[in-house]
């Protein structure tokens, strides 16, 4: 058997992993020229993705993975937050094995000697009377028994297969950028931080997400792997806010990383003094910007006849990134329809029901994973108007007069004043 997987970003590198594991042939087509170019940020991965890349990913790979994240027990939990970085509610995460990980180093590890046509664009496909597809790709044409579609948000194989897109945009924007953790960067941090991420919203319906990704505490010695070797990278702080669309103070799209990183800074303007401080710190070639995009959680995710042609990840279930979901759920995919392929591939199956039990069973996670995504964004849309600006002021009076309670309790407790 062979499979073209169209898309060389989580889902397809994963999946390409998990299939060449299993003994089948795959040829991956990517957009991009190389792997470290997509977004720098990083991605927390959850227990079920944590297992699925124990699944998918031969010994060593896995290995060179786990020593290039952050161990999960820096993310003990999840925090609310106003403007002055008043704690405002927290949920404590169940223990468990997550991963913190760089985009771009996983993307790295996950693309370890396979075979990927970088700077390859998917242009179209056709089903020849003995059953084969050819895909035409910028990058040369192959032939193979199964395509898939993990082209992200607006993929392209989707479209062709359900007729129309699967996704459309949220009406809120986000920029994401990257603030190296040197000493003194340190010392701006806010408190809350310490213990996981933490979601801001603040006066106009601003929400900015705020995350340290520290690889050091990992526990797994880098140096242990050679082949691939871990891929470090620095301490840093992920500062991303997400708006409204119509509310930026100029259109974010069409900016560069500086002008971006300067309309981010701007936007903080009324925002505690130490995350503007930060803000200033950002590395401009880090800073992107992203128009969050869902698909619609109460649709079928795959709305076309199972046969040989299908797709996994943002492809079929585009969600914001304020659920933290996405990569986790195409690394889920990837492992469900690699095993129904390997089953395929073996004669206990055939390739339209493997596809289809694939289908299925994504069908079940994927649009409840869409649904919780959606979730900070409905919040955030009450906190624009002004039910929600009253609601943020009496939060945050609330969240000082618990601080100083504190502080009479056990002083050394006490967070940063705002
Ligand atoms: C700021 C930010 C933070 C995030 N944080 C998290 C997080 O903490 N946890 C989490 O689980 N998720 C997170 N996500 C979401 C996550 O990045 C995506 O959901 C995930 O990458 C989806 O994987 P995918 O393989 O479906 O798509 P992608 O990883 O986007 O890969 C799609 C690939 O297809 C390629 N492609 C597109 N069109 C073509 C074409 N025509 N021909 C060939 N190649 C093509 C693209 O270049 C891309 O490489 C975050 C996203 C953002 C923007």
Redesign the pocket.
Known sequence: MRVVV???????LALAQGLTRAGIEVVV????ARPEH??G??????DD?HRSLRRLLAPPVLQAVLASAAGGAAFRRFSFCDHRMRVLAAETMPPGARLMIG?IPLRTLLAHDLDVRWG???RDHATSDDGRIRVR?TGGTTTADVLVG???????VARALAGRPLAAPTGVD?I?GIVRLDERARDLLPPVLHDGPALAFGPGGLGVFLSVHDPATNPVDPGACTSPAAVPEPASLVL?PLLPADRWPRDPRGLDGAGLAALLTETLRDWHPDLRALAHRLDPATVAH?RFTAADPDADPAPWPSGTVTA????VHA?P?TG???????IRDADVLARELTAAATGTTTIPLALHAYEREMATYGPVAVRESLGPLRVQRRMSGRAGAVALRAAGAWATARAHATARRAPSRTGRPG
């Open positions: 169209v898309g060389g970003g989580i889902g397809g087509h990517e957009r991009d997509t977004g940020y990083r991605l927390h991965l959850d993705a985009r390859s664009a998917y790709c993990a082209d992200g948000t607006g993929s392209a986000g994401a991303g992203f996994i990840g943002d492809a969600m990134p933290g979901l996405g990569a986790a759920t195409a």
